[in-house]
């Protein structure tokens, strides 16, 4: 019998592995989207693995219920395809749910094997229909895009799903879906297309909106169904959630908005209902500080006609008042940000108009290992940073370095709240404003041997 020969291990993995990851994956950015349609779902078609780790992140951030179906590969599906057991999820989730939306994301495996976004719609063609929910299915393998990829298709999948091309006419829709949800208005109908926010920002979108006289419909609006209340009457599916009738009244909006940064108007939700149905599309980044406040509302007020409320110019004073009274603090900072594009592309501008010297704003490196190394070879000629802002991943690196995190975006697994945390208008950006003046004091007074109490 021959010898049995143990080979020597290999000294670096052939594989490679994300340990402690910067950003998330795209199936889980299209949960997110679909779990703010009123008694919609998600249906993970893939492992069971990847909707456990999905369900886990999204609880811990938001600190609520979440129910997402999983067509649960096994290893003949991964061979011999997973139609049958897409097929048992969805009837499953409908008897027992039954939901108004389902929105299908498929991640890594089912991509590979080719079930595509376009190979579900025709698996679950004939359990599809009249009375079945509205199905939207977007194709999120992971190794084609991070989490905001997979929020900005999904939203496109609603709204395509709601209005397909050639659907009714506008007007008539229109008034059949205001008499579904009883309560027609007479102001301009905005559709709104948000970014991965927080609950507490989706919540100053809409007031803001209405401060305007416009009637926004959120595609999509998960600012109750992930951070409601307490859940009394035993029901399966939270409260809240933009209404199916709602979305497809979108054909016939007056315009839309899209919030994000270098948004691509072939992928995103307002570039198909642009080109579909001919509703004026604006896109714009997110609104954090004064400048990139003033350009959305101007957006808003010219789509109403009405000149910015009193209120929000009080707001814009106070917190113009607060960047002089703290420039002494913040000027020449070295900040480092990481996470969600749309959100470091605005926290980028946010920093260069308060002062704050950006060493790196990094969208996509994957492990923060990566980003030490690449900060630690830039920072010999600016500077070692002071200040992190980003998800609480980077809590490690912050410890490492020795310098505060603002914690801010997807996940916030380490502190309580991440759902309430805002930066958007005059009014968000003078809580986070707060937070970075407050991190960088603290610091300083824990560093100091005599223990300043006034600056
Ligand atoms: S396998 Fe792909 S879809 Fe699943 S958790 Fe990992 S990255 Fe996400």
């Given amino acids: 019998m021959p010898e049995l020969v143990l080979e020597k291990p290999a000294e670096t993995s052939p594989f490679e592995l994300t340990e402690n990851p910067c950003i998330v994956c795209a199936p889980l950015g299209a949960t997110l989207a679909f779990s703010g349609i009123r008694k919609g779902m998600t249906l993970l078609h893939g492992s069971q693995g990847c909707a ?51 929105g299908v994301a498929t991640t890594c495996l089912a991509e590979t094997i080719g079930e595509d976004a376009a190979a579900i719609q025709s698996m679950l063609a004939d359990l599809v229909g009249k009375d079945a929910p509205l199905l939207a299915s977007v194709s999120t393998a992971s190794y084609s895009g991070d989490q905001n ?21 506008a007007n008539a829709a229109r008034s059949t879906a205001d008499a579904a949800i009883g309560t027609p208005s007479p102001n301009p109908l905005l559709a709104v297309f948000p970014a991965m926010l927080s609950p507490a920002d989706l919540r100053w979108l809409k007031t803001t909106i209405q401060l305007f006289k416009l009637e926004a419909v959120l595609v999509s609006d998960y600012s109750d169904t992930l951070d409601g209340g307490p859940w009394m009457d035993g029901s399966l599916l939270p409260k809240g959630g933009t209404a199916v009738a709602d979305l497809r009244r979108l054909k016939s909006a007056n315009a839309s908005l899209e919030l994000g940064d270098k948004l691509d108007a072939v992928r995103t939700g307002s570039g198909y209902l ?66 969600d ?30 980003l030490e190394r690449k900060v630690q070879e830039s920072s010999a000629k600016a500077g070692t940073p002071q200040l ?50 407050n991190a960088l004091l603290e610091k300083t007074q824990e560093d100091s041997d005599v223990g300043y109490t006034y600056y």
């Avoid at 900005?152 to 209005?163: G, I, S």
């Avoid at 001919?278 to 509302?297: I, M």
């Avoid at 260069?352 to 923060?368: M, N, P, Q, S």
């Fill in 52 to 102: 456990t780790y999905i369900r886990r992140y999204m609880i811990s951030h938001f600190r609520e219920p979440l129910d997402a179906g999983s067509s649960s590969f096994t290893e003949d599906t991964a061979v011999f395809g997973g139609k049958q057991n897409l097929r048992t999820a969805w009837l499953n989730m409908v008897q027992q749910y039954q939901p108004d939306c389902i």
């Fill in 149 to 169: 990829k997979g929020f900005r298709d999904a939203l496109r999948a609603l709204v395509q799903a709601a209005c397909p091309a050639g659907s009714d006419t």
């Fill in 274 to 339: 642009e080109r579909t149905f001919g509703v004026p599309a604006h896109r714009v980044s997110l609104p954090v500080g004064v400048e990139a406040t003033d350009r959305f509302l101007k957006i808003l007020s010219e789509i109403s006609n009405l000149s910015l409320p009193k209120e929000l110019l009080a707001e814009r004073s106070r917190l113009l008042d607060s960047y002089i009274d703290a420039h002494k603090i913040l000027s020449g900072k070295r900040v480092v940000l990481y996470g």
């Fill in 341 to 370: 594009r749309d959100q470091v592309a605005a926290l980028k501008a946010f920093c260069d108009e308060i002062g704050l010297i950006v060493l790196a704003a990094d969208t996509e490196t994957r492990d923060f290992a990566t």
């Fill in 388 to 437: 992190l802002i980003g998800n609480s991943k980077g809590f490690k690196t912050a410890k490492k370095w020795n310098i505060p995190l603002v914690r801010l975006g997807f996940p916030i697994h380490d502190r309580f709240g991440g759902q309430r945390l805002c930066c958007l208008g005059y009014s968000g950006t003078q809580i986070l404003f707060d937070r970075i003046v």
